[in-house]
């Protein structure tokens, strides 16, 4: 022990002769060991994002929305007159099936939207008119911030009430109580406003199957209200033209009974579906839980990813200290027969070398620990300076990366450290063992 | 611990005279680039305890060979050699690197001190490779920098010292390890005629405590300090001559002188 403890410190010496080669040496080491702990903070930071606004959407749902079919294949299958839109997407007895003849499914949420403008006197905003059912705030997971949400018999008896999301509430009645007010949806409705959702993040876009969503510029009423005030057909009117489509739902939001039958579920409704949409796609089903799965899969890549280019800098680091180390063994030839004529064994000379050499790597790495701790501060300050310098190009920026929070995963330090010591020992152990081999007396003999 | 390193008993020879080192028919041959060089050609020596032998011979005569093969740094091709009891002639690297360790003290021409090591650490690397390096031991270091008139400088390193400073440690450090005999190579080749004086003084003060020398030079002056002058020609001893008397103090030093 008291040996080992020499050793050590006169290989600490021996470095301390040369301070200035000893840290360009260990800058490789740690380069590499303090992009091994940004490269997965960053990575997890990412990814923990992802996976939280997927949650959101809860993993014990299915999503199925209506997708509008490319152009020709609408102009094909909708046939009808001139005045006929196409028809395409979710319907009513698509719910009703799914709902009725899927045992799994506990509760659904149909829902439709618009993009309207609201208004409250003069002051006005644009925003989605969502049509629902008061199971979407179960569904959906709406907190309440005032008030309450409508519920079925007044879904069912069509009234005009609605519920606004906090921006929209926020926008329209800044100074003064929202329930009980009414407010103007496009020309035409006027809507009474009985409650006030609470502010929530925006989720994020999905893959290509969802679309990012506000939620905060929401207004939402019944579901019966907006078929019976606005219909299935929208129309829009153009030069010379008139243009429209006809679409009864937009998403059906269904909540299964456990997460374990989840992916069931969703293979069951799309069976059921595919026999009623059998002439164009105009469906997608989208499961949170198998997006999280994917999410997974995709952040075990990344981190493999990121941990070969740490890998390869590591190497390259480890490399770098062979290359002074075989350098310094040279150098040091005639110590190392002093050392061998005072007694020292060959494995004394090769412990004495493989220890400098893992002091070197383990001081990288202890450096390359303490930077790479600094991976959060670091990121909001260079995010910060960005910003400041260039706002477009962090604008153009998916709000992933804008939001960027990394996050150290705590076993990535003691990995560090380790893969340090362990490139210490396996770039260490040729020079050393070039040096045990010299013979004692040609070492003294060396100038 | 092996036997032959058995420090403790009184290492004494068949004869009842104990030999610090002893050679019998020793032969080096080397091959260099397919040519047999005959270093030494079957050598006998003994030095018994307390002697102070110069080993002298022009340059190809044998004596590096000779020096390296006493110092346990080479092996003979044939002939055997003793230090002590122990026959060291055939023991492996980490054998030989021990007896070297325990039995051995090294003085260079050129000091050989370790750079980056302070005067008391350089002192101390014996006792560190015998795996002996403690507090007691450390104690001893700064006595026996006291001993060669280092007391000042125990924490220097060798680039802040003088020649003669040097080679002090380094004769301070031959004696770290209360070794059968001190090898001395050259010691003073490298210094000035007064510096070669204070160190050969040195020498005497040793040999005259019991200290067994054994010292390589080619300079007659420097030989003519010691007891006996063995001079080698052509790999063979040409003349084995005694000066003084070889009357060493009836028990072998302790610890310290």
Same mark, same amino acid.
Not at chain 1, 111 to 136: M, W
Not at chain 1, 362 to 369: E, F, N, R, Y
Not at chain 2, 243 to 254: E, S, V
């Given at each position: ?9 006169? %290989? ?18 740690? !380069? ?15 990814? *923990? ?44 007895? /698509? ?26 006197? +003069? ?23 005032? %008030?309450?949400?409508?519920? /079925? ?54 893959? +290509? ?17 907006? @078929? ?10 153009? +030069? %010379? ?71 390869? +800098? ?31 064994? *060959? ?7 493989? !220890? ?6 383990? &001081? ?38 804008? @939001? ?16 340090? !010591? !362990? ?5 260490? &152990? ?18 | ?86 026959? =060291? ?143 080698? $020609? ?6 084995? =001559? $005694? ?15």
């Amino acid at each position: 022990m008291r040996h080992a403890l020499r050793t050590l410190q006169s %290989g600490v010496k021996s470095l301390y002769l040369h301070p200035m080669r000893s840290l360009l040496t260990v800058l490789g080491i740690f !380069i590499g060991v303090a992009s091994v702990i940004w490269l997965l903070a960053i990575g997890e930071g990412i990814s *923990r994002k992802a996976q939280e606004q997927i949650e959101s959407l809860g993993a014990d749902n299915i999503i199925v929305s209506t997708i509008k079919p490319p152009n020709e294949a609408l102009s094909a299958g909708g046939g009808g007159g001139r005045m006929q839109f196409p028809e395409y997407g979710l319907t009513r007895a /698509d719910y009703e099936r799914l709902t009725e003849t899927i045992p799994t499914v506990i509760k659904a949420a149909p829902l439709k939207d618009f993009q309207e403008t609201f208004q409250n006197g +003069s002051r006005k905003i644009d925003g989605r008119l969502v049509g629902c059912t008061p199971s979407y705030v179960d569904v959906v997971k709406i907190a309440m911030f005032d %008030g309450r949400f409508f519920n /079925d018999q007044e879904n069912d008896e069509a009234r005009d009430y609605c519920v606004l999301g906090a921006g929209v509430a926020e926008k329209l009645f800044p100074y003064e109580e929202p329930i009980g007010k009414l407010i103007r949806v496009g020309e035409n409705y006027f809507y009474r406003v009985i409650g006030v959702a609470q502010s929530r993040d925006p989720s994020a876009a999905i893959g +290509s199957s969802m679309k990012s969503e506000d939620y905060s510029f929401d207004v939402y009423i019944p579901l019966k209200t907006m @078929e019976t005030r606005v219909g299935d057909t929208v129309v829009v009117r153009r +030069s %010379g033209s008139m243009e429209g489509e006809t679409v009864q739902l937009k998403q059906i939001t269904l909540k299964v009974k456990d997460v374990a039958s989840v992916m069931e579920t969703a293979d069951l409704i799309k069976m059921t579906l595919d026999d009623y949409h059998t002439k164009f796609e105009d469906y997608g089903v989208t499961v949170p839980l198998e997006l999280l799965e994917q999410a997974k899969t995709t952040r075990m890549m990344f981190n493999v990813f990121m941990g070969l280019i740490a890998g390869i +800098s590591l190497v390259v680091g480890g490399i770098g200290i062979m290359n002074i180390m075989l350098a310094t063994v040279t150098e040091r030839t005639r110590e190392i027969g002093i050392r061998r004529a005072l007694g020292a064994k *060959r494995g004394d000379i090769v412990r004495q070398f493989l !220890i400098e050499t893992i002091v070197l790597s383990v &001081v990288g790495g202890g450096l390359g620990v303490l930077v790479g701790l600094t991976c959060s501060p670091a990121t909001t300050f260079a995010m910060g300076v960005i910003k400041r310098a260039n706002p477009d190009l962090i604008a153009s920026l998916p709000p992933i990366v804008q @939001e960027l929070k990394p996050i150290i995963v705590y076993w990535s330090v003691p990995l560090a450290f380790m893969i340090s !010591i !362990i490139i210490g020992v396996v770039f260490g &152990v040729y020079p050393a063992i070039r040096a045990a081999k010299m013979d004692p007396i040609e070492a003294l003999r060396h100038e | 611990m092996k036997d032959y390193k058995n420090k403790n008993a009184n290492p004494v020879d068949e004869s009842g005279q104990f030999f610090a080192a002893k050679l019998t028919g020793v032969k080096r041959e080397y091959v260099l680039k397919g040519e047999t060089v005959y270093a030494l050609r079957g050598v006998d020596l003994e030095v018994p305890q307390g002697d102070y032998v110069a080993i002298m011979g022009a340059s190809g005569s044998g004596k590096s060979t000779m020096l390296n093969l006493l110092g346990c740094l080479d092996r003979p091709t044939s002939g055997k050699i003793w230090l002590g009891r122990d026959d =060291v002639t055939s023991l492996d690297d980490d054998s030989l690197s021990e007896i070297r360790a325990s039995r051995i003290g090294f003085v260079f021409q050129s000091y050989n001190l370790i750079q980056q090591l302070t005067v008391i650490e350089n002192i101390e690397v014996p006792l560190f490779y015998q795996r002996n390096a403690n507090l007691r031991s450390r104690k001893r270091c700064v006595e026996l920098a006291n001993l060669v008139g280092l007391s000042q400088r125990l924490n220097h390193r060798p680039t802040q010292l003088s020649g003669g400073q040097q080679q002090r440690v380094a004769i301070a450090r031959s004696l770290v390890n209360d070794p059968y005999f001190i090898l001395a190579d050259e010691p003073t080749g490298n210094l000035d005629s007064k510096t070669t004086a204070e160190i050969l003084d040195l020498l005497d003060e040793l040999n005259a405590q019991g200290r067994t020398i054994i010292l390589v030079t080619h300079e007659d002056d420097v030989g003519a300090r010691s007891k006996r002058i063995v001079r080698l $020609r052509d790999g063979l001893i040409e003349s084995d =001559v $005694r000066l003084r008397p070889n009357d060493p103090p009836p028990k072998r030093p302790d610890a310290l002188v």
